[in-house]
């Protein structure tokens, strides 16, 4: 469906949310821009990166969940992968926010999903010392005077 300008509705999410939000964007045809704050570029990656840690696991055994995810929950995380989705919209502009010290979702997911937007409305805000989900708290004038005039922008 042909996107026009004068869209009201956009997207805000965060971390797993955004990354939901991304995924579900070709349900959802009529909605404008996309605001993300700390979300994952690709579902595998991010288990590569995190899994062990958190599981005190070695690495080896992330294959091992990620067939776990597909044989009791019937997830296949392997096809989780928002950045295909940003790939596939470029009728929508999109804000990222990140983290430069995130933790839980590394800095370069929001460096990727920016580089994947052929929308050359889309922005990227990277914060120092926040954290994951943590921009605007730590910057509470920074954030808004960012992602107001964007939405602004791209709601007329």
């Not at 990354?19 to 704050?37: E, F, I, T, W």
């Not at 392997?78 to 596939?88: D, F, G, L, M, N």
């Not at 929001?110 to 943590?134: F, I, M, R």
Request: charged share 20%; aromatic share 8%.
């Amino acid at each position: 469906k042909a996107h026009s300008p004068g869209w009201r509705v956009g997207i805000v999410g965060e971390s797993r949310g955004g990354g939901r939000a991304l995924m579900g964007l070709p349900k959802v045809p009529d909605v404008g821009p996309v605001v993300l704050d700390s979300v994952y570029a690709d579902v595998g990656v991010l288990l590569d990166e995190i899994a062990p840690a958190e599981s005190g696991l070695p690495p080896a055994f992330t294959p091992g969940m990620e067939l776990m995810a597909r044989v009791f929950f019937g997830l296949d995380l392997a096809r989780v992968k928002p950045i295909e989705q940003v790939r596939a919209h470029p009728e929508h502009a999109f804000f990222f926010i990140a983290c430069q010290d995130d933790s839980t979702v590394a800095v370069h997911h929001a460096y990727d999903l920016k580089a994947a937007s052929a929308n050359p409305a889309t922005e990227l805000w990277v914060a120092p010392d926040c954290g994951h989900v943590n921009a605007a708290s730590v910057y509470p004038a920074d954030c808004p005077s960012r992602v107001t005039p964007f939405l602004a922008g791209q709601l007329q």
